[in-house]
């Protein structure tokens, strides 16, 4: 069967969906497969919290890893990735998904509670689009360049029919209507993702510092993805940022790049992430990107969405390290993110990123 996707029900459906993959997936096969699956040996249970932008994703990888492996529930939650980066500090969660790698500081800081010593794994597993979502009657998609979009976010551009979105749509009608800027309420990897898009490519106008909570007040705030989303659906004149997954039918913009308008799209993320190199001065299992959104190529969409799993070099329980091990190498696998992409419409890691993942993972063990 093909796995059902949660994207547009809201943040609590979402943990009681991926809660009954927990519990339903060890019964019926995932991804269409109608072979048995081999005896595993595997069994025990694996606590996680993070990314809501993983959601679809982590649906599609829970339901078929407990296919494979009957006597193994994982509980990912998705309660964004500032919660779940405090969780795996306070050792409340196996491992984690984030929109970002923790940073140099919080590294060197150390005390992840999860761990049996302060060396993590950070695998980068799931490449997306943000999209820039937009509720107007009738209109499907727009033109926005990144001076337009920074100025709609920072308050400047207050009206959908201001003279900055008609220049760059003459043949839209567009209303004379204000506009709700929708962000989230929690810190959130997607929305450091998309400040900083706005940062790199309209400097002159966003000049608030990069972060995962958001610098100013006025528009709509919204609780993870689901809530952004429903905030964006049930809204007038709306527009908000979220995985892209998650959107559904709502309006799109394409953003500018080089003079070009680009419609978002897995491919298009990935030729953004695959010109960025991995952050300098990270450890063998620690896989950061550094993406620069102001120097995406031509046919790039420059705001792309890099996710990562994190867990421990070193756990204290061996059984805990084996299915974390397991489950990751899973992820990481062709059949992982294929079965990712048919559920969430990411893009899938290259073979020679799955190379240097899949050395990170082995560095799991027992502390």
Not at 64 to 75: C, G, K, L, S
Not at 280 to 299: H, K
């Amino acid at each position: 069967m093909k796995i059902s996707r949660i994207a547009r029900i809201g943040a609590v459906g979402a943990v009681a969906a991926l809660a009954l993959v927990g519990c339903a997936a060890n019964e019926a096969p995932a991804g269409g497969s109608s072979e048995e699956p081999s005896e595993s040996t595997l069994s025990g249970t694996l606590d996680a919290t993070g990314a809501s932008s993983q959601t679809a994703a982590q649906e599609a990888w829970v339901a078929a890893f407990q296919t494979a492996n009957p006597d193994v529930t994982i509980n990912y939650e998705p309660t964004g990735s500032g919660t779940g980066r405090e969780n795996f500090l306070a050792g409340a969660s196996n491992f984690i998904g984030s929109d970002r790698a923790f940073n140099a500081e919080e590294i060197a800081a150390g005390g992840f509670g999860t761990c049996a010593s302060d060396a993590i794994v950070e695998i980068p597993v799931y490449i997306s689009p943000v999209a820039v979502a937009f509720n107007l009657e009738g209109i499907d998609s727009l033109n926005l360049d990144a001076a337009t979009i920074a100025g709609i976010f920072a308050g400047t551009i207050t009206n959908w029919n201001s003279e900055a979105i008609a220049t760059l749509n003459p043949d839209a009608t567009l209303p004379d209507l204000a506009i709700t800027p929708v962000h989230r309420s929690d810190p959130s990897g997607t929305q450091e993702t998309f400040a900083n898009y706005l940062s790199a490519t309209a400097p002159e106008i966003w000049t608030y510092e990069v972060s995962d909570e958001w610098p100013i007040q006025g528009g709509e705030a919204a609780q993870g993805t689901s809530g952004v989303v429903q905030a964006i659906t049930s809204g007038n004149g709306t527009i908000g940022f979220a995985d892209a997954s998650q959107i559904g039918d709502l309006g799109q913009v394409h953003v500018g790049v080089n003079g070009e308008f680009v419609a978002y799209s897995a491919e298009a993320a990935s030729q953004l992430v695959e010109g960025a190199a991995l952050e300098e001065g990270r450890t063998e299992g620690d896989l950061a990107f550094d993406v620069d959104p102001a120097s995406a190529a031509d046919g790039a969409y420059p705001i792309a969405l890099v996710s990562y799993l994190i867990g421990c070099e070193e756990y204290e329980d061996e059984n805990v390290a084996t299915l974390v091990k397991e489950y990751f190498t899973y992820v990481a696998s062709a059949e992982g993110q294929d079965a990712a992409a048919e559920n969430a419409g990411n893009a899938p890691i290259s073979d020679g990123l799955r190379e240097k993942v899949n050395a990170a993972i082995d560095l799991i063990q027992v502390g």
